[in-house]
């Protein structure tokens, strides 16, 4: 998930003790005195604020479509309404770069996107699929386009809110609060439009689920603009290309990069399959719902903070190592499904395994990335981190359904589980090469740093 130059030689960098740790690490005090942060409680909101509008157009938009009887086809070309996601490092520069109110540059910007998604959402709820498609389709791209926006003023008001020491468990914080938020848009959502419960029309939906971005608006009010270390970018040439020029010029930027995008990948790849799997093993609708929505959503909840105590005391590429294996060993055990059958302590038990490794793999990648920005350009820095990420999920994604049904369900799992060997090998070499102790400096892998394994 870095700032001015601190430390630029060998000799400057902070002593690690023989197993590449600093010294003086965070102690048990130091955690809860951070778990009791008003700031930490922010970003809980701000996270549900940003979950909520991706699970609306990854899961409800499509239901819906489906209900309304439009074609799968279809359906498939209108999943690229999200591709905003993976774009959204392209308008970073401008977050960066502007301070449209009073308010400050990160909450000015929030609060901007957060009104667009409200009014966008609201807009869905007057449309019908079957009688003006290309009006959903741009309500969509609508709520896409101003949720990657809100991200990319969130993960930048994140960064620069929590000490360094403290951006895991701020990670932990926020994946929390955007699960919480996937959790209301698909589980409360579709729960509410169902015929046996109240029965709400989609439309109707649509119009709760804007009302709900007023928890992030209210937060944004609330909340206190982060302090500002560095003047704003002045030029263009200050906003655009520097932040992409600084990063490119680390030491191990390319690798950092390559692993970025690799790390989740074979879990990503492989997790995109995983409903239309449990339709054709047999699960029904109800025991899909009770161990996705339910189990995996506990099981995620343990994992974060799991995962946020664990980079707090190991320093987060030794975590990041653990966790890629605990990834790998969870994707291939979708496989043990087809052995067992539609038994549903089975599927609760993968999907319990795998939420806890993903949402401590998760946790581990959003406190990197974080030390990565640099906070002189923390949004266009991090966004384009994002994007290489998300691309496992939007990009790549759309591939599996071919790869599944050509090897078959069992290789295919053990096939993503094996997509997660490259990111490890480039893990091994960046815990050997790449300094994090810089990171709060924004040297972090410089040219003449030290090449401890790891700081906390």
Same mark, same amino acid.
């Given at each position: 998930?870095?700032d001015?130059?601190?430390?630029?030689?060998?000799t400057?960098?902070?002593?690690?003790?023989?197993?590449?740790?600093a010294?003086?690490?965070?102690?048990?005090?130091?955690?809860?005195?951070?778990?009791?942060?008003?700031?930490?409680?922010?970003?809980?909101?701000?996270?549900?604020?940003?979950?909520?509008?991706?699970?609306?157009?990854?899961?409800?938009?499509k239901?819906?479509?489906?209900?309304?009887?439009?074609?799968?086809?279809?359906?498939?070309?209108?999943?690229?309404?999200?591709?905003?996601?993976?774009?959204?490092?392209?308008?970073?520069?401008?977050?960066?770069?502007?301070?449209?109110?009073?308010?400050?540059?990160?909450?000015?910007?929030?609060?901007?996107?957060?009104?667009?998604l409200?009014?966008?959402?609201?807009g869905?709820?007057?449309?019908?699929?079957?009688?003006?498609?290309?009006?959903v389709?741009?309500?969509?791209?609508?709520?896409?386009?101003?949720?990657?926006?809100?991200?990319?003023?969130?993960?930048?008001?994140?960064?620069?809110?929590?000490?360094?020491?403290?951006?895991?468990?701020?990670?932990?914080f926020?994946?929390?609060?955007?699960?919480?938020?996937?959790?209301?848009?698909?589980?409360?959502?579709?729960?509410?439009?169902?015929?046996?419960?109240?029965?709400?029309?989609f439309?109707?939906?649509?119009?709760?689920?804007?009302?709900f971005?007023?928890?992030?608006?209210?937060?944004?009010?609330?909340?206190?603009?982060?302090?500002?270390?560095f003047?704003?970018?002045?030029?263009?040439?200050?906003? @655009? &290309?520097?932040?992409?020029?600084e990063?490119?010029q680390?030491?191990?930027?390319? /690798? !950092?990069? *390559?692993?970025? =995008? %690799?790390f989740?990948?074979?879990?990503?790849?492989?997790?995109?399959?995983?409903?239309?799997?449990?339709?054709?093993?047999?699960?029904s609708?109800?025991?899909?719902?009770?161990?996705?929505?339910?189990?995996?959503?506990?099981?995620?909840?343990?994992?974060?903070?799991?995962?946020?105590?664990?980079?707090?005391?190991?320093?987060?590429?030794?975590?990041?190592?653990?966790f890629?294996f605990?990834?790998?060993?969870?994707?291939?055990?979708?496989?043990?499904?087809?052995v067992?059958?539609?038994?549903?302590?089975?599927?609760?038990? @993968? &999907?319990g395994?795998?939420d806890?490794?993903?949402?401590?793999?998760?946790?581990? /990648? !959003?406190? *990197?990335?974080? =030390? %990565?920005?640099?906070?002189?350009?923390?949004?266009?820095?991090?966004?384009?981190?994002?994007?290489?990420?998300?691309?496992?999920?939007?990009?790549?994604?759309?591939?599996?359904?071919?790869?599944?049904?050509?090897?078959?369900?069992?290789?295919?799992?053990?096939?993503?589980?094996?997509?997660?060997?490259?990111?490890?090998i480039?893990?091994?070499?960046?815990?050997?090469?790449?300094?994090?102790?810089?990171?709060?400096?924004?040297?972090?892998?410089?040219?003449?740093?030290?090449?401890?394994?790891?700081?906390?």
């Amino acid at each position: 998930m870095s700032d001015s130059t601190r430390v630029e030689t060998e000799t400057e960098t902070a002593p690690k003790s023989s197993e590449g740790k600093a010294p003086d690490g965070p102690t048990f005090v130091d955690l809860l005195r951070s778990l009791g942060s008003g700031r930490l409680l922010a970003i809980l909101f701000l996270g549900f604020s940003s979950g909520l509008p991706y699970m609306l157009m990854a899961s409800s938009l499509k239901i819906w479509l489906r209900r309304e009887g439009i074609e799968l086809s279809t359906i498939g070309y209108i999943s690229w309404v999200m591709v905003p996601y993976s774009l959204n490092f392209l308008w970073a520069p401008l977050l960066d770069r502007f301070t449209p109110s009073a308010l400050g540059r990160r909450r000015s910007w929030i609060l901007i996107a957060q009104v667009g998604l409200l009014l966008s959402l609201a807009g869905l709820g007057f449309t019908e699929p079957t009688a003006s498609l290309p009006l959903v389709v741009a309500f969509a791209i609508a709520v896409s386009f101003f949720s990657a926006t809100q991200d990319i003023g969130i993960d930048a008001f994140r960064r620069e809110s929590l000490r360094d020491e403290e951006q895991g468990i701020g990670a932990s914080f926020i994946v929390y609060g955007y699960r919480v938020g996937m959790l209301v848009s698909t589980g409360l959502g579709l729960w509410l439009v169902d015929p046996d419960t109240l029965g709400l029309s989609f439309n109707q939906m649509w119009w709760l689920m804007a009302a709900f971005v007023l928890v992030g608006i209210v937060t944004v009010l609330l909340v206190k603009e982060p302090e500002a270390e560095f003047m704003p970018p002045q030029s263009f040439k200050d906003a @655009v &290309v520097e932040p992409f020029f600084e990063f490119l010029q680390r030491r191990g930027s390319i /690798l !950092v990069l *390559f692993f970025v =995008l %690799l790390f989740k990948i074979g879990d990503a790849f492989a997790g995109s399959m995983t409903s239309p799997y449990y339709v054709d093993i047999g699960f029904s609708d109800a025991e899909i719902a009770e161990a996705a929505k339910v189990v995996g959503f506990f099981s995620t909840m343990a994992g974060l903070f799991l995962g946020g105590v664990l980079i707090y005391r190991l320093g987060i590429l030794r975590a990041l190592f653990l966790f890629a294996f605990l990834q790998a060993f969870s994707t291939a055990l979708f496989a043990l499904l087809t052995v067992t059958g539609p038994q549903w302590w089975a599927l609760a038990t @993968v &999907v319990g395994v795998e939420d806890v490794s993903s949402g401590m793999g998760t946790a581990a /990648l !959003v406190a *990197f990335m974080s =030390l %990565l920005a640099n906070k002189r350009y923390t949004a266009t820095q991090y966004a384009l981190l994002s994007s290489l990420a998300s691309l496992g999920r939007t990009f790549f994604a759309g591939f599996a359904g071919k790869t599944a049904a050509a090897l078959g369900y069992v290789n295919f799992f053990l096939f993503g589980s094996a997509m997660a060997i490259p990111g490890i090998i480039l893990l091994v070499l960046l815990m050997r090469s790449f300094d994090l102790s810089a990171s709060a400096d924004g040297s972090a892998g410089r040219s003449g740093a030290a090449a401890a394994p790891e700081s906390s």
